[in-house]
């Protein structure tokens, strides 16, 4: 699966649909940014999307995957339906993943701070400096939860 051939093959499907972005947006309920990212190969349709798209498109998942028509007679081994499942259950993997690293980085900085406190007395400077270091850690680590939540209903929510 390469990023960059399903985007040209997202591209030359869309302009034999005598489709402008644009349209394809608005068929899609994207934005047309979204489509030229696509398109480009920066990044990838969410597997909400990709019925839509290959609806759209007159395409077969299979075949946005390969980024090419499908061989007349071809085998595959998986329908449209067990592909989107596959690639629903990747996507869910990285979301995981990412809240998992965001909870261990909330972590990190609560036992950071448990090492300030217990500083304080010792090395003021030092423990102050620990302080302010842990706030930007869990700040980020709060941030990213927020917005891996925010992306996960924003692609439970598209049609």
Known sequence: MNQTSIGSYIALKRKQKNLTQGQLA????VSNKTISKWETGKCMPDYATIPSLCKALDITVAEL???EDAEPNS?????????????????????????????????IGIAFIATAIALMDVKPLI?????????????LGVYSVIEERRFASKAKNRP
Do not use: C, P, W
């Open 26 to 29: 608005e068929m899609l309920s």
């Open 65 to 67: 995957l390969d980024g």
């Open 75 to 107: 085998l595959r081994l998986y329908d449209n339906k067990q592909t989107l499942e596959l690639i629903a259950a990747a996507q869910t993997r990285v979301t995981n993943t990412s809240l998992l690293e965001a909870g261990h980085s909330i972590m």
């Open 127 to 139: 423990a102050s400096f620990i302080i302010g270091i842990t706030a930007v850690i869990i700040v």
